[in-house]
Nanobody, 126 residues
Framework: VQLQASGGGLVQAGGSLRLSCAASGRTWSRYAIGWFRQAPGKEREFVAAVTSGGTNAYYADTMKGRCTISRDDAKNTVYLQVNDPKPEDSAVYYC????????????????????WGRGTLVTVSS
């Protein structure tokens, strides 16, 4: 299984950005996919995740109301839309696949994900 995050770059505060996570593997749709981020000097933190089938999504408190996670299983891709990004959203964003298939609840700890993409850097300018 390989995951590749893309869509990062420089964005102005108050704008919008959309990250994509594309993956290989025929069983992609069975697993929840999560987004995490890590800013310089900080620990990696949970951003959002969506269960298999897209039935449930969950967001970190800092992202609620301005972030949407979605998935297109026909394209093996998960998207993270962030509206009104803030400078504190600047980080390397990683997507990851849950280690257990068909979970109905979203996991927010990175230890529950066993495949990770390489990350994409997002820089939000003020």
């Amino acid at each position: 299984v390989q995951l590749q995050a893309s869509g990062g770059g420089l964005v102005q505060a108050g704008g919008s950005l959309r990250l994509s996570c594309a993956a290989s593997g025929r069983t992609w749709s069975r697993y929840a996919i999560g987004w995490f981020r890590q800013a310089p000097g900080k620990e990696r933190e949970f951003v959002a995740a969506v269960t298999s089938g897209g039935t449930n999504a969950y967001y970190a408190d800092t992202m609620k109301g301005r972030c949407t996670i979605s998935r297109d299983d026909a394209k093996n891709t998960v998207y993270l839309q962030v509206n009104d990004p803030k400078p504190e959203d600047s980080a390397v964003y990683y997507c990851a696949r849950d280690r257990v298939p068909f979970r109905t609840s979203v996991m927010t700890t990175d230890g529950e994900y066993n495949y990770w993409g390489r990350g994409t850097l997002v820089t939000v300018s003020s």
